[in-house]
């Protein structure tokens, strides 16, 4: 599968404030969480706020033995058009959101979101929005492998 990445620091993505996003990938590698925290890192920040999801072990009251992510192509540009919006709607020094795609384990981190504000009350609202966003528009799609057997697909159209 061919995985759109896009890193956007340094690359004019928001006009008004391009150095505002400063990561924005799909990536078929681990994610690394200190490597998001440090992207939004701003001596102006008084809040840094990261969001971190992971594989867990039960979904559905049915145990899972791993999960399956899947992007469609055009994955990376909606992705960057969540992280694009949450940028020019939330008073942020920076922004960042990672997604992995592929086969994970119980543990493994499939998404890092993270959000830096002088002040911690935008640095949540930015990184909660960010989430959610993400999960309701991007078109990335689960496949849950449960214990007893069987499989359920999350997102898919």
Same mark, same amino acid.
């Given at each position: 599968?061919? *995985?759109?990445?896009?890193?956007?620091?340094?690359?004019?993505? $928001?006009?008004?404030?391009? !150095?505002? =996003?400063?990561?924005?990938?799909?990536?078929?590698? #681990?994610?690394?969480?200190?490597?998001?925290?440090?992207?939004?890192?701003? #001596?102006?920040?008084? +809040?840094?706020?990261?969001?971190?999801g992971t594989v867990r072990?039960? !979904?559905?009251?049915?145990?899972? *033995?791993?999960?399956?992510?899947?992007? $469609? #192509?055009?994955?990376?540009? &909606?992705?960057?058009?969540?992280?694009?919006?949450?940028?020019?709607?939330? !008073? *942020? +020094?920076?922004?960042?959101?990672? $997604?992995?795609? +592929?086969?994970?384990? =119980?543990? !493994?981190?499939?998404?890092? *979101?993270?959000?830096?504000?002088? $002040?911690?009350?935008?640095?949540?609202?930015?990184?909660?929005?960010?989430?959610d966003d993400l999960k309701?528009?991007? #078109?990335?799609?689960?496949?849950?492998?449960?214990?007893?057997?069987?499989?359920?697909? &999350?997102?898919?159209?």
């Open positions: 599968m061919r *995985v759109q990445q896009l890193v956007a620091y340094g690359r004019p993505m $928001h006009a008004s404030r391009p !150095d505002v =996003i400063r990561s924005v990938a799909i990536r078929e590698t #681990p994610l690394a969480v200190d490597d998001v925290r440090a992207a939004v890192a701003d #001596p102006a920040a008084g +809040g840094v706020v990261v969001f971190v072990e039960q !979904d559905q009251g049915k145990g899972v *033995v791993r999960l399956g992510y899947q992007a $469609h #192509p055009s994955a990376g540009e &909606v992705l960057s058009q969540v992280v694009e919006k949450i940028a020019a709607g939330h !008073d *942020v +020094g920076a922004v960042a959101a990672e $997604h992995r795609v +592929g086969e994970l384990e =119980i543990g !493994d981190v499939a998404v890092v *979101v993270a959000a830096s504000a002088a $002040h911690r009350g935008e640095a949540f609202a930015a990184a909660q929005q960010l989430i309701a528009t991007v #078109p990335i799609w689960k496949r849950q492998d449960f214990t007893d057997g069987t499989t359920a697909w &999350v997102g898919s159209p």
